[in-house]
T-cell receptor, first 112, second 114 residues
């Protein structure tokens, strides 16, 4: 089983749609979780950290379920500019010093 | 731009030549990660370094690849005797190290081997 797995995608949705991405991780000791966004031929950029209580940033909501080792990202009212690949990232420890494991990414295309 | 700086942004090498990629972390960051991204694939961890130390190189190919982060100057990822399969984007990321747990990426170095 891979350390971090994501929905394979691609997701093609119309503008204004709500879309949800799922991510599972294998290391139950993982402590820190993130969603990054990567545009074509660009570097990954932090979208949001994921907290145990869940967190929201505008149209984006992230949830963490430690028991199921599952992370989700919900995008509401999607915009054309949301088209990108979304990367789930897991850090096995709360301390610095461990590598950050990236999922393979889920590609989103928002269509006019 | 006080972010992670990588150079060169684009590099073309003939098979058998050497490629050197440089990365200067964000100001105040003492930890550097290198990732490789092959075309149409995900990011793969290569190596994690602190100043003058390699902490985790479990993702580095056993031959031809090496990395360093000297006391002074940028981190260097060195690829000797490049082959076509080394063509990829190489991303560097930095971490503050003491209180931060979020990594920030440079714009990447695109290596093309011809």
């Amino acid at each position: 089983r891979k350390e971090v797995e994501q929905d394979p995608g691609p997701f093609n949705v119309p503008e204004g749609a709500t879309v949800a991405f799922n991510c599972t991780y294998s290391n139950s000791a993982s402590q820190s979780f993130f969603w990054y966004r990567q545009d074509c031929r660009k570097e990954p950029k932090l979208l949001m950290s994921v907290y145990s209580s869940g967190n929201e940033d505008g149209r984006f909501t992230a949830q963490l379920n430690r028991a199921s080792q599952y992370i989700s990202l919900l995008i509401r009212d999607s915009k054309l500019s949301d088209s990108a690949t979304y990367l789930c990232v897991v850090n096995p420890t709360d301390n610095y010093g461990q590598n950050f494991v990236f999922g393979p990414g889920t590609r989103l295309s928002v269509l006019p | 731009n006080a972010g992670v700086m990588q150079n060169p942004r684009h590099l073309v090498r003939r098979r058998g030549q050497e490629a050197r990629l440089r990365c200067s972390p964000m100001k105040g960051h003492s930890h550097v990660y290198w990732y490789r991204q092959l075309p149409e694939e995900g990011l793969k961890f290569m190596v994690y370094l602190q100043k003058e130390n390699i902490i985790d190189e479990s993702g580095m190919p056993k031959e031809r690849f090496s990395a360093e982060f000297p006391k002074e100057g940028p981190s260097i990822l060195r690829i000797q005797q490049v082959v076509r399969g080394d063509s990829a984007a190489y991303f560097c990321a930095s971490l503050q190290g003491t209180s931060g747990n979020t990594i920030y990426f440079g714009e990447g170095s695109w290596l093309t081997v011809v």
